[in-house]
Structure formats: C-alpha cells, structure tokens
C-alpha cells in the first residue's frame, strides 16, 4: 500500500475507500445460523440510504444519537451514516443499566436512539424520552416512536450526493462522542473530533507497516463502545482494506477463531490470560514427556526473544519443538495470526513473553478515551513486553515533574461535554494530563508505573469508577466505609467497615442489594469486612480522606485470600 492518505473526515474515508474497492468483502457477521458478508460497495449504498433516512426522520447535524448495539455489520453503517450528515454517534454499552442509559441520554440530549435487539430496546425506551427508537431486529416498544433499521437501508441511488455532502466535514469537526467514567462517578461524554481519530489510525499504520498489512481478516469481538476496538478494531483496519468478521460472542470466541482463522485480533489482557491458563492447563494433563517438550518450547522462545545465545542442541531441537508445540498453540488463534494487539488494561510481562515465546506477536500499546485512545505502541520488530511501547508518530509525550505522563497533538480530544471545568483541568496549555505515572526509557519506550487517578481498569479492559460505586455502599445503612478495589483484575473486590450495629450479614446483604443497582462489570465479586479507617491507623488524611494506596497495602493479606 501507498503512504497512508490524508483524509478530511472518517465518513470520507470511508466512502472512498468504498469506491477504490467495490467488489472487495468489508464486513461479515453471523445471524440465522451462517455467515453474511457485505462488499465495501453495498456499504457505500446502505450508509449513504441510511444518512439520507436519518435526515428525513428529522436527525440533523450535531444531533446526538445513541448507539446501543454488540458488535455487527450494520455499526459501520450506523455511524458512517451519522457522520455523513454531520450527527455524532455516541456508543454505549449493551450491558448498561437503565439508570446507566437514562444518564447517558440526559447527559448528552440524545433524542434518537439506534438499538439492535428488542429486550435492549424496551430497556432504552425505559430510559427516554425519546424522539426516535430504530431496532435493527423486530420489536415493539410502547410510548416511543419506532422504526425499522431495514426500512433506512433500501434505497439503491448513487451514493455522490452524500459522498460530497461529507467531503465538506472539517478534520476539526465532532465525530462521536464516547462516554468514560470520571473520578467522581458520573460518565463523562468525550468529544472526539475527526482528526483525532484519523490521526491514530495513521500513527498506529505507520509503526506497524513492516508488517504489510492489507486485506487482512480481522475477528472483531471487544464492545465497539471501547474507544479501543472503535479506533483500532473499526476504522483502522477498514481503512488498510482489511474484512472485519464479527465473532458471535466472547463465549464462541474458541470456535470462531478457528472458523475465521484471522490474521489479525485486537485483545485484552484478560482474555489473554484466560486461553494461556486453559493451555497450561491442558498441558497439565499430558504425560511427562509431552510437560517437558512444551516447558521446552517456552524456555528456548523466551531466550529468543531475550536475544540470548541458544547452544547446539537448543539450536536442533527447537524445529521438532516448533512443530510439536508451537505451531499447535498457534493453531488456536486458526493458525493465519500475523499479530494480535493488546490493550485497555496491563499486560503482566509474563503472559506477553509466553505468546511471543509460541511465536505469535503480541504488540502492546497504551492510550485512554481521551487520546483517541491510543498513545503509544510497541514495533513489530522491536516488542519489548514489559513496557507499552513508543509514542505513535504526531504524539508528543512528556513525563512531568510529578511523574504524569502529559499528551499533546491531533489525537487529543475536544473536551468533555457539557463539564468545561473537568475539560480544562483534563488539558492545560494543550496537553492532555492522563492521571498516569510512568517513565520513558533511552530508547523511547514508555512504562506505566502506576496510576495517578483512582480510576479502575480490569482486565478486560472496562473502565469502572470506584467512586461512585463506594458512595453506593456508603449509602447502605450497615456499611459505614468501603474502598472498592481491582486494578487489573477479572473483577471488583470491596473492603468494607461495618457500621455500629450491624454485623456482616447485614453488609452481605447490603453488598447485594447494592449490586442489583449496578451493570455486571461494576458488581462487587468479592468482599471482607475490615477494621475501621482513621488517622490514628494512618489510613486517613486530616481531612477525612481515606489513603486507598495504603489500604490497599495495609489489607495485602486479605486481598490475597479473596482473589483481589
């Protein structure tokens, strides 16, 4: 492929990358027990039908309009169509609560609504008001107007009139907006303009062009409301011509790589993790021999790619191991994988050096919603695993004085919507403050060291707001203090004090009355009652704050013996 073009606006990209390659498969997604696929022509007439829709329904630029949907084909569409017409997308989880979309809808004033089922439509029709409800699948909704997704896509015209309607769009102009959890609780709406994320797309093309990606098959199963897999896992790959394939869930994952047999995947550390405890424990139960071959594989890898000198007899053995191990392990991923890229949470050094120790390269990148989101990531010649990689060309990055790691250039959001108070404390004389500690090395590659906000992030990636979630618990009369933990973890754990006359049954059950109210990321998996917090311990401030850092220390024990 030529160097990467300069495109105004992603609805344009998308409508000329349609024109470049008509007959070329774009997107494909599984529904009534078999595969669909659509060309990047008939992209071109849907997206376009369907921005010529919206307008007649009475959407118009810089409306809001909310996207509840998992991951399929008719997203693109979606947004290209939204984008088209000057709209902003914003994506939300299918996992939200009613409380959750009601926030979201209030917050941004979204009055139309794109839902793909109808027990998430009658959920977002809960939560209205709302102008406009359009389900991609058969529903009935009361109190709403209602439409047809199928009705919006049938027009077959030329798509020239609104391919210059959004060759028109500034690179400056809102795209979407994507809602992220603030330190004080609520979800914010990050405005995202075009540039920025165009401007991730190039950086991350560039860094990984020795790879020569193009025409690619890429298996799509993180939520398209990430700011993650939005970028990387939609725009990106589309704009190199890859065919994004959307797996059928998390739970067919192992079937629909081996189906698809992708050449490249976007993960998170979680899931990474998962399938390498599935592999050592299904190596656990082979015989003796069969234990020590694939010990050996990983050891040789390992010292391959810590550049260590292998002796003779590692040098013969390692093509009979390559053989009967790795190209096994590979055989699970469907056996193409040319990379997958982590990201949304910490990959421990040890998991990242087993798949690359398997011969699958695993490039490691970091970024929030705020930046596009990616920031950084590592070269494909050069992973170095145990940090997070080089700043993507057209990012400056400094570390301040505190250790912050500060962003400045095209990837940096607007602002957050309607909150210009948080907006300019979040960017101060056009850098980006991440609320991350870190460090930049000889080389240029960047290491986390910890995180300045309170922010969580598990493991798969979602980012969870323990404020909120304490000030919930707080809230319930038996529970008198809690500090909400599980960074990089599978789930949230809760240290709770119990308040003057309760016990622990009472805060048991305080703990799940309290999760009833939250979406299933932000449920309490786990939890221990604690002594209390006080200044005297030296777990809180004079101020009555609590230190969650040396709670978190203070409790290492427990936390231990919870799982968290």
Known sequence: ????????NLATMMFQRARQWPDQPMLRGFRDGEWHGITWGQFALM????????RAAGVSAGDRVMIVSENRPDYPIIETALMAIRAVPVPTYTTNTVEDHKHILGDSGARVAFVSSAALALKVAAAGP?????????FDATGVKTARWADFIGDTEDPADIIAEAAEILPTALACMIYTSGTGGSPKGVMLPHVAILSNCRGAYILTRQLNLHRETYLSFLPLSHSYEHTAGQFLFLSIGSEIVYARGVEYLAADMLTVRPTLMTMVPRVLEVIRSRIMSQ????SALKQRLFNQAVAIGIKRIDKQRLTLAERLMDPILERLVRRKVRARFGGRLVAAISGGARLEPEVGRFYMAMGILLIQGYGQTEAGP????NPPNDCRVDTVGRPLEGVELRIAEDGEILVRGDLVMHGYWGRPDETEN??????LHTGDIGTLDADNYLRITDR???MIVLSG???????????MLIAEPPIAQAVVLGEGKSGLTALVVVAEGFDEVAVASAVSDVNKRLSVTERIRRHAVVPAFTIDNGLMTATQKIKRHLVRERHAEVLEKLGG
């Open 374 to 377: 990616i920031i950084s990531a």
């Open 283 to 286: 190596v656990g139960r082979e």
């Open 452 to 454: 300045k906000k309170d």
């Open 1 to 8: 492929m030529d160097d990467y073009p300069q495109w105004p």
């Open 130 to 138: 709302l102008d406009l409800l359009i389900s991609i699948d058969t």
């Open 47 to 54: 997206a376009a039908s369907a921005a010529r829709r919206l």
């Open 426 to 431: 979040a960017i101060r004389d056009g850098w």
């Open 461 to 471: 990636g979602e980012n969870v707001s323990p404020a909120r979630i304490e000030g």
